[in-house]
């Protein structure tokens, strides 16, 4: 079983920085492709970054420039650096993860349980 756990989510004036991280742990053998996610209130989830292995990067367009994504391979653990937050930031973040659990097996996608991230004006 694998689990994958957000952390710091929260308020923040418009403007204002936050930083996302997100544990993955269980039976891994090795983790390809990590992510983030957001879904706002009535709206679909949207990408938001992605990272490989090899720390090869990819945002959303929204958000390119002000996010910054970065992982530790040894700790299973992704990063969402977040400055010049605006208000349509606001939205549950959500981490993903492509897993595998064995070298003979295909891998899995993993979700984490979301946090909220709220820009006031």
């Known amino acids: 079983q694998v689990q994958l756990v957000e952390s710091g989510g929260g308020l923040v004036q418009a403007g204002g920085s936050l930083r996302l991280s997100c544990a993955a742990s269980?039976?891994?053998?090795?983790?390809?492709?990590m992510g983030w996610y957001r879904q706002a209130p009535g709206k679909q989830r949207e990408l938001v970054a992605t990272i490989t292995r090899d720390d090869t990067t990819n945002y959303a367009g929204s958000v390119a420039g002000r996010f910054t994504i970065s992982r530790d391979n040894a700790k299973k653990t992704v990063y969402l650096g977040m400055n010049s937050l605006k208000p349509e930031d606001t939205a549950v973040y959500y981490c993903?993860?492509?897993?595998?659990?064995?070298?003979?097996?295909?891998?899995?996608?993993?979700w984490g349980q979301g946090t909220q991230v709220t820009v006031s004006s």
């Open positions: 269980g039976s891994i053998f090795s983790i390809n492709v």
């Open positions: 993903n993860a492509n897993v595998k659990i064995n070298p003979m097996r295909m891998s899995n996608t993993y």
